[in-house]
């Protein structure tokens, strides 16, 4: 066996064929749009090669067929314990010396960097895509969710590689009436009329990038890790959205017209990215328009959910839930409604989840292997 590092458009091509050979037969992967696996290997288009470096290879068998990939990389800004690399983009048919083998390779390169240590499968680039090993509910993901065989699980454990910490997400049939106490507080911060609930319009995202900012700041900055967001790079990620965007799953709830929390949800982009084959030119585009006139999608996705400090205990999300289900249950437009992953590491948002009446829809894993052996092996510290 040997590693052959990607670098000719030819390579490329091949590192993106490898998943699909691997899953040719998995009714439920869903392959990903080739462009967002690439322009994490780009250097202009993505910001953490200011901050890291990254090679990825093909695993070819002894008569030169490719058999697996593999990235790894470092980014100097990923504080731990220890110095602490990257491996991520793994794909391998079921041979456990196949993977060791890619395994051994990307901790040597790790090591000539100075990490001491790996964790996989991570992306290059923030937590919210290609992050962790699916170790329960095998079925289609989400946009930008990492899918995997089963197998996967067994060879890094094989390899010797921990859980750092596991990643749940939890999921619910959007016509089922939530649980009364949601009702119970609704009712009573309705009797208030200083609060109020809105949904996103399009016409006003600025406005709304704003709100975004001063609650996503009050609430998130500071705590586990979390850093300021600029108003700037809100808006510019709004303008992103847009065109995907339902402006009904969005809402912004405000207390004598100060907003005090935000629910951030979006349709399942890859309901529609599985009828395109990893493309997405003209055509494409044109296909995607149709499929969101015309077509439905099944499911919508919880990406961000925040209440300012002040206003936390006080029956606001549950009034902001209430608020979102009146408008969205009577459309029928969505079937499920399933959040992007928690880690376990945040009890206080998994219960917030629980409380919800949701049940855990699948468990993601981010695993972690320490080159020195001795070192006893510790877990991602609980906020």
Known sequence: MQMHEVKTD?????????????????????RPLDKDIEEVFDPGKNKFFKRGEC??????????????????FVNRQYKQEQPTGGIGFFECINDHKAAN?????????LQERGMEAMDGFINFGERD???GVVVDGYYSPLYGMNYNPPYYKDMLEN?????????????????DRLQEKFYTRHA??????????????KSQLEKFAKDFTYVYNKAWAGHGGGKSLEEKTVQKMFKTMKPVMDEQLIWFTYYKEEPIAMWVNLPDLNQFFRHMNGKFGLLQKVKFLL???????????????????????KGVDAYMIVEGAKVVQPQNRYDDYEMQWIGDFNPKMINIAESLGTHRSRTLSTYRFLFDRNKEFKRHPIL
Not at 15 to 30: E, H, R, S, T
Not at 159 to 175: D, I
Not at 188 to 201: F, T
């Open 10 to 30: 030819a390579d490329r091509v091949r590192f993106l064929q490898v998943a699909v050979d691997i899953y040719k037969n998995d009714p439920n992967w869903i």
């Open 55 to 72: 090679t990825r290879w093909l695993l070819k068998d002894g008569s030169g067929k490719v058999i697996g990939r593999i990235a790894a």
């Open 101 to 109: 083998f890619m395994f051994d390779h990307c901790k040597q390169w």
């Open 129 to 131: 895509k290609w992050w």
């Open 159 to 175: 390899y010797g590689f921990q859980t750092y910490f596991n990643q749940v997400c939890f999921a619910l049939k959007t016509k």
């Open 188 to 201: 009573q911060l309705s009797a208030d009329p200083n609060y109020k609930a809105i949904h996103v319009k």
């Open 291 to 313: 499929l969101q006139r015309f077509g439905k999608c099944p499911r919508f996705v919880g990406l961000v959910f925040g209440i300012i400090p002040e206003f936390q205990g």
